[in-house]
């Protein structure tokens, strides 16, 4: 019963290897995925930090400033009529859309004049 067993286990895991021996690597759709994750041989180095880099460093900013007004939020929520702790929450309700508006613009006019000198 073990070596049936044993033997079935083994059958199932090598299957995929059986099915993929026919199909060359354009029809796996390898190579598109290799593409999109790890971008093409003809990116240059700016298209590559650009698309590895500055994006999550961007998307890390939004959620960093979503996590900031859900904390001020929560802040002003649960202070009970205490004016120190309103204040401090709009406080930093202030400070964050202040830095999200200031790493826009820098993106932004980083962007616009990297375009125009190309």
Do not use: H
Request: glycine letters at 8%; one cysteine or more.
């Amino acid at each position: 019963m073990r070596k049936f067993l044993s033997i079935a286990i083994m059958c199932f895991l090598l299957s995929p290897l059986f099915a993929f021996a026919q199909l060359s690597p354009q029809e796996t759709g390898l190579e598109q995925t290799g593409e999109e994750a790890y971008g093409t041989l003809d990116q240059t180095v700016g298209e590559w930090v650009g698309s590895k880099v500055i994006v999550p460093a961007m998307s890390i900013v939004g959620v960093l400033f979503l996590i900031l007004m859900i904390y001020a939020g929560f802040l002003w929520m649960t202070a009970g009529g205490k004016p120190d702790q309103t204040t401090k929450a709009k406080d930093m309700m202030i400070r964050a859309i202040i830095g999200v508006i200031i790493i826009a613009a820098a993106y932004a006019i980083t962007n616009f004049v990297f375009t125009a000198i190309q």
